[in-house]
């Protein structure tokens, strides 16, 4: 089956399902593409019922398809995890049980609360056509757009660190990415600016009003939901997830996620405070990869990751934005965040904090992997 179905969301119906009704799952996983002509990773699903009260998950990684010949069977008899009726995802089962007990002791004590609590997390700005609304310096001096143009970052290569800054913007700016998000009115509020009609109706010639997203609204040209967030949280990621403040004020669209943090928490504090080992590993269990190896996370399972949020925690803001602006690998940052964050704060001990960091690895490394 699609290995989509350990960890979808759509599909946890059906993995609340089989937990319930069988009694023993096996899941087989491959480092290797076993059909190399398609990105699509999948798994040999193996389930079994039998008249005990016990429901034991394992799984168990084969180099490729071929390897299924040398497989020993009796690791499919006896599964050895019990299953966690909480947990809605099943790339949970790729970690040891020691630490799948260790996240599920985090979970149950509640000693860290969920990003959640701290922020709200919503979807950018659905355009409808990025290429119509999001457009570089140039398409906004050659029609005359200024009134309009109001700043954006789109894409995650825009974002150089933690903090995404007005200086970062004019960098962009001035290197003709796509900087501008089109804030048009109505038709009849254009008064003077032809060249705002004109490019409407060259728009209008490319047919983009008669895409959904545009085609269902009352003036196809002007875009819903024109808000600028505090914090932004990349949707598909490669090494890691990023969460970064948005000092610039810029617009984003539905590339990048939009957080507004909640009454009396600190935006510098919670920002230095995501970055650690405890909730790069949740980022890997709430959000589910795709081929290539990336990483998406969706607004509600961005709201899943632990946080150990600190207010003292801003003190390494500055420390984390230079160490990403130095492209620095992040287990160079983690080294130094997780003292703070995990042990002085939160009196996480060296073997525990190394088991989170450990979690993490094994888990990004695993889906990175499938992009090589």
């Not at 309009?148 to 789109?154: C, E």
């Not at 008669?210 to 914090?231: F, H, L, M, N, T």
């Not at 996480?348 to 490394?365: F, T």
């Amino acid at each position: 089956m699609p290995a989509e179905i350990l960890q979808v969301s759509y599909a946890q119906p059906l993995r609340e399902f089989l937990a319930h009704f069988y009694n023993k799952i096996n899941i087989v996983s491959f480092e290797k593409l076993v059909f190399p002509n398609i990105q699509q990773e999948v798994v040999l699903l193996l389930c079994e019922k039998n008249n005990t009260n016990s429901h034991l998950i394992e799984h168990l990684e084969l180099r490729n398809a071929k390897e299924l010949e040398k497989l020993d069977l009796s690791k499919l008899k006896s599964p050895k995890k019990k299953i966690d009726f909480k947990s809605n995802k099943w790339t949970f089962y790729f970690l040891e049980q020691e630490e799948i007990d260790f996240l599920e002791r985090l979970q149950t004590e509640k000693k860290f609360k969920q990003f959640g609590e701290f922020a709200k997390v919503e979807v950018g700005i659905t355009t409808g056509s990025n290429p119509f609304f999001t457009v570089p310096l140039s398409t906004v001096r050659f029609y005359n757009l200024e009134k309009y143009a109001k700043p954006l970052v789109g894409r995650s290569v825009q974002v150089p660190s933690a903090i995404f800054t007005n200086e970062d913007w004019n960098k962009n700016r001035d290197k003709e990415a796509r900087t501008h998000f089109l804030s048009f009115p109505k038709i009849s509020d254009l008064n003077g600016s032809n060249g705002a009609r004109d490019y409407i109706l060259w728009g209008e010639e490319q047919k983009i009003n008669e895409g959904y997203k545009c085609s269902i609204r009352d003036e196809w040209q002007i875009v819903p939901s024109q808000r600028i967030s505090e914090a932004l949280f990349i949707r598909r990621n490669n090494k890691y997830p990023k969460l970064i403040i948005n000092e610039a004020e810029a617009f984003t669209t539905d590339t990048m996620h939009r957080v507004n943090i909640k009454p009396n928490i600190n935006l510098k504090s919670l920002t230095a405070s995501y970055y650690n080992s405890l909730s790069l590993a949740f980022s890997e269990i709430c959000g589910r990869s795709h081929g290539g190896g990336v990483l998406e996370l969706m607004p509600n399972e961005v709201e899943k990751i632990l946080l150990p949020y600190h207010e003292n925690n801003l003190d390494l803001l500055p420390l984390i934005d230079k160490m990403i602006r130095q492209k620095k690998d992040i287990s160079d940052i983690l080294k130094i965040t997780n003292q703070k964050i995990l042990k002085d704060n939160f009196g996480l001990n060296h073997y525990e904090i190394e088991l989170a960091d450990n979690i993490w690895k094994k888990l990004s490394n695993r889906r990175l992997s499938r992009g090589k």
